[in-house]
């Protein structure tokens, strides 16, 4: 199964500044076919990314994802008091869908 | 609109079952896959498996093989995640959510608001 880390664990950032989060692939995730989700606390899951890099729909266009085979990105551009949160990383390639261990998003 | 209605909480006793029900509602049953994914208490999300509700295959994970067990009910539109000889590690939120692609495999576009599992003597 293929293993997805992310880093940092923690990432402080103050509103308005932007904002970088890591997934790292324990192998080459085929066909890009890697998402990422936002959850805040008491909420399911809402997806932001796929295929690595199409946003969602209604997703903000300050989201942005990058990335092929084991190395991808999830880019915050201007973080808006909503986009405290924990980020996942998900790799949907192969058989069985792993999600990476999150990066929480809190205030600076 | 489009949304997964999940059933309540529930508590359970080592060794239990416990039945889990989703129901869709708002698109075609049939065309979408549905997987589950649980939450154990201050943790990460752990992919259980998948549901193809048009013909019932199911794929589940490794890791939870033998124990789990996923099936549709396609005239009320619900899809249902059983799992058995439950312990304390199972105590988690497990969730319900909607593959984003028709007849595909892809990432999950609609989730319910999750279930919550408690196993406790």
């Known amino acids: 199964e293929i293993v997805l880390t992310q880093s940092p664990g923690t990432l402080s950032v103050s509103p308005g500044e932007r904002a970088t989060l890591s997934c790292r692939a324990s192998?080459?995730?085929?066909?890009?076919?890697l998402a990422w989700y936002q959850q805040k606390p008491g909420q399911a899951p809402r997806l932001l990314i796929y295929?690595?890099?199409s946003r969602a729909t209604g997703i903000p266009d300050r989201f942005s994802g990058s990335g092929s085979g084991t190395d991808f990105t999830l880019t915050i551009s201007r973080l808006e008091p909503e986009d405290f949160a924990v980020y996942y990383c998900q790799q949907y390639g192969s058989s069985p869908c792993t999600f990476g261990p999150g990066t929480k998003v809190d205030i600076k | 609109q489009v949304q997964l209605v999940q059933s309540g909480a529930e508590v359970k006793k080592p060794g239990a079952s416990v039945k889990v029900s989703c129901k869709a509602s708002?698109?075609?049953?049939?065309?979408?896959?549905i997987h589950w994914v649980r939450q154990s208490p201050g943790q990460g999300l752990e992919w259980m498996g998948i549901i193809n509700p048009s013909d019932g295959s199911t794929s589940y994970a490794q890791k939870l093989q033998g124990r789990v067990t996923m099936t549709r009910d396609t005239s009320t539109s619900k899809v249902y995640m059983e799992l058995s000889s439950l312990r304390s590690e199972d105590t988690a939120v497990y969730y319900c959510?909607?593959?984003?692609?028709?007849?595909?495999?892809?990432?999950?576009?609609?989730w319910g608001k999750g279930t919550t599992v408690t196993v406790s003597s």
């Open positions: 192998q080459s995730v085929s066909s890009s076919y």
């Open positions: 959510a909607r593959d984003r692609l028709v007849s595909g495999v892809s990432s999950t576009d609609v």
């Open positions: 295929g690595a890099s």
């Open positions: 708002g698109y075609t049953f049939t065309n979408y896959y």
